[in-house]
């Protein structure tokens, strides 16, 4: 016995009509589509706004991070400074904390999402270094840091108003924003060709 590919058009056998493929069917309905109106669009409250689309891109007004952060636990430098000796440790960033310029010819400890230091270059995850005594030696150069300038997006093409999404939206001054209006759409389904 040979089973019939549900993904490909073929007469049904019954009533002679031919019935549609899956592929075939699925472009009829997305052709039949038409995507919402964002000018139709009203604003909602945050509290409305859980699984709705936004009607049109947000951007922040401003930059997050405001300065180049690093994005992971290691040492700031300048690459150039990086040599055999190693480079003398010249300050411990925090996250939360204003560091200050960084000496030439020095390195400093860095921590995750912690401003990286006028004058630094380069990010070296800690993994990457060996610490003895008060000096760091850089073991495989170079990493990355995470810098500013950007702004976040928050775009509706990735958009189902989830809660990081509308925290993000509120933060950055653009809520309310308002949300495209909910697809409607009706199945029919019956037992023969319809």
Sequence with gaps: MTTADPTTTRPAAATGKRLLGVEEARATILSAATPPDPAAATPIALDQASGRVL???????LSMPRWPN?????YALRLADVGADGLPISQRVAAGTAPAPLDAGTAARIFTGAPVPDGADTVVMQEHCRVDG???FVEKPPSTERTSGRPPRISRAMNRSSPPERTCGHSTSHWPHPPARRPSM????CASPC
Excluded: L
């Design 186 to 189: 009706s199945i029919r389904a």
């Design 70 to 74: 690093s994005a992971m636990d290691g």
């Design 55 to 61: 009607a049109s891109d947000v951007i922040a007004g």
């Design 134 to 136: 008060d000096r760091v």
